[in-house]
């Protein structure tokens, strides 16, 4: 498509760039932001950059946060004696809204993906064995719950981190795998009912 | 929802702004620019403010362009003697993307609304009447061809152009309205069907 300017060619080629926005929604948004007040615009470009520039990652569970250390490793109401492994942020702010889970975190910042390119050393697990390890830093954990997708890839990573910790003193599980609340049955897939039957808990 | 971090609250909720982006998506291109380089956010915010900061609008037709005037009113391979009048420089867009005319435009900039509070005072339709009637800065004009969609309010911006300008010595036709090429007969709604039966032309 040709562009009547080249500052809304090059505005809608950076928009377009982000995930899951195309050209045509690029131009709308941009001349969106062409009607609207300058102001808006500024709001947005400054925010972004301030994120950008300003972002900071726990020292501890490398979730995002604005200090050094995120609310949750800090927050003395929390059970020490938990780690969540989970991907990325976005399954800390999940896990959270179930307000099911009182531990802590480790965000890896990814999983194990040979397609991607994305090995173990990419992600913080030699961090997570550290948190784990007798020794200076370490923190007196009971029980590691690992949280990653029911997928090749997620398996892949919960397989290999417990490879890493299975010799060390504590509880490895993993979240439970079966048919979703609230769905039918009838269409949940034969995998996810076959796990749902063996892997199925006492009525109680 | 509960954010990790202000910094991500804040972006999420400019992000959020925008049309047709609601917060889950917002999260989700903010995630994203972390994830990537640094460069990439400076690339987009840059591109933004540059936009808006130096985006001009065509001094005879209000296309938005990078000079004073734009590509097609500089043209010396346009027919001076037809002017299209569109909403937005989107339709100038589309109507140039068909390559069937070959006249120059005129973008109100929007269409009359009542409900969104939009008067024809709001609107390019006096500099538009000025580059029809005879005097300083007119232009050679033949026709007007009103290309605004075909709503209530599109109707009612046409239904007002036309009767500000009915007293010049131009003719004044509108885009035609019918069955979509390449639509099903079937599917098309009855008024759609019944303007093209009303509107029909000779075959060949």
Redesign the interface.
């Known amino acids: ?8 060619e ?2 809608v ?3 377009a ?5 195309g050209k045509k ?1 690029a ?8 009607k609207g007040k ?1 102001i ?6 400054d ?10 990652f726990c020292s501890r569970c490398h ?4 200090g050094d250390t ?2 949750i490793c800090a927050s003395h109401r929390r059970d020490r004696g938990m780690i969540c492994v989970v991907e ?3 399954d ?2 999940a896990i ?2 179930t307000a099911q889970y009182t531990g802590l975190y480790h965000v890896l910042g990814g999983i194990i993906s040979p397609v991607s390119g994305i090995g173990p050393a990419d992600l913080k697990i030699e961090s997570l064995v550290q948190r784990l390890s007798p020794g200076q830093g370490s923190e007196p954990v009971r029980e590691v719950i690992l949280a990653l997708s029911p997928t090749m890839e997620g398996d892949t990573t919960a397989f290999y981190i417990n490879r890493r910790i299975k010799d060390l003193d504590l509880r490895i599980s993993v979240i439970a795998r079966g048919v979703p609340v609230g769905g039918d049955l009838e269409y949940a897939d034969e995998i996810t009912l076959g796990r749902s039957i063996t892997g199925r808990t006492l009525f109680n």
Request: aromatic share 4%; net charge neutral; with cysteine.
């Open positions: 498509m040709e562009y009547p300017s080249r500052l809304i090059e505005a080629n950076q928009i760039k982000l995930p899951g926005i929604t131009l709308r948004l941009v001349l969106h932001l062409i300058e808006q615009t500024y709001a947005l470009t925010s972004l950059n301030n994120l950008r520039a300003n972002i900071k979730t995002i946060c604005d995120c609310s990325d942020v976005k800390v702010m959270e809204n």
